[in-house]
């Protein structure tokens, strides 16, 4: 069965001012909550990480890290290779659909990065996705993840709603045909990763998340 791939080539470049634009530095600084518990890293996987502006800093941060990127996007990962060029000798790219292929590693990664990714999979591509990120994984390797939520309470509403309103954007922008936020904590426990620090911003709407890879 052929899958359709969301197509964020023609958003790759004003992808940046449309974020700014929406909801200004908060999807950065969801991004970036984590970064300081990353710095001992040392060869990390990162998925659709867009344009690098995440992975620039990471391996700015961490002079030791070595990564590989992929990302179902050409032109997000030619803006992510100028981005990350001082660091040119420590990052690999690969262009692939991550439902299907996910980079090949002599070396376990001990870290994964996925900001905003997983929200764009449906909850059986994600459980599909934890399975098969697993075993490329050493022992208490370390997983960030950022994405939005819903929130109970009082915001549940409008927080529903926006969230539909972005999953709408992006449907008629790249052809998404993902409509709803997956569960990706129960696929990521179920699968033996702890959850080691969470961060709820902008009023619950954002989670930034540390999980850990379970040594036993
Ligand atoms: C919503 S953007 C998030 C970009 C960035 N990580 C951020 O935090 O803003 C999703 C990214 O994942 C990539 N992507 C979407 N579906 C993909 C897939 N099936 N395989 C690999 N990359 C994919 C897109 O090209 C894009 O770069």
Same mark, same amino acid.
């Given at each position: 069965m052929t899958?359709?791939?969301a197509d964020f080539d023609w958003i790759a470049r004003p992808y940046r001012v449309l974020e700014y634009l929406t909801?200004? @530095?908060m999807l950065?600084?969801?991004r970036e909550y984590f970064l300081p518990l990353l710095r001992?890293?040392?060869h990390a996987l990162v998925i659709g990480d867009g344009d690098g502006r995440f992975l620039a800093k990471l391996l700015h941060a961490n002079p030791r890290l070595r990564a590989t990127a992929t990302d179902s996007s050409a032109t997000m990962l030619e803006l992510l290779c100028r981005r990350?060029?001082?660091f040119a000798g420590r990052l690999q790219t690969q262009q692939s659909d991550a439902r299907l292929t996910l980079p090949h590693t002599d070396r376990p990664y001990d870290l994964v990065v996925t900001h905003f990714f997983?929200?764009?999979l449906k909850q059986d591509e994600l459980l599909d996705l934890?399975? @098969?990120?697993?075993p490329l994984l050493a022992p208490c390797a370390l997983w960030v993840v950022s994405d939005f939520r819903i929130p109970a309470g009082s915001l549940y509403l409008p927080a529903w709603l926006y969230v539909r309103g972005l999953y709408l954007c992006f449907r008629i922008l790249t052809g998404l045909r993902t409509t709803r936020l997956p569960d990706h904590a129960s696929a990521m426990r179920d699968a033996g990763f702890v959850c080691i620090g969470r961060k709820y911003l902008l009023a619950g709407l954002l989670a930034a998340e540390i999980?850990?890879?379970?040594a036993a």
């Open positions: 899958r359709q791939l909801l200004g @530095r950065e600084r969801t001992d890293s040392t990350c060029n001082p997983l929200d764009c934890v399975q @098969r990120v697993k999980w850990q890879n379970d």
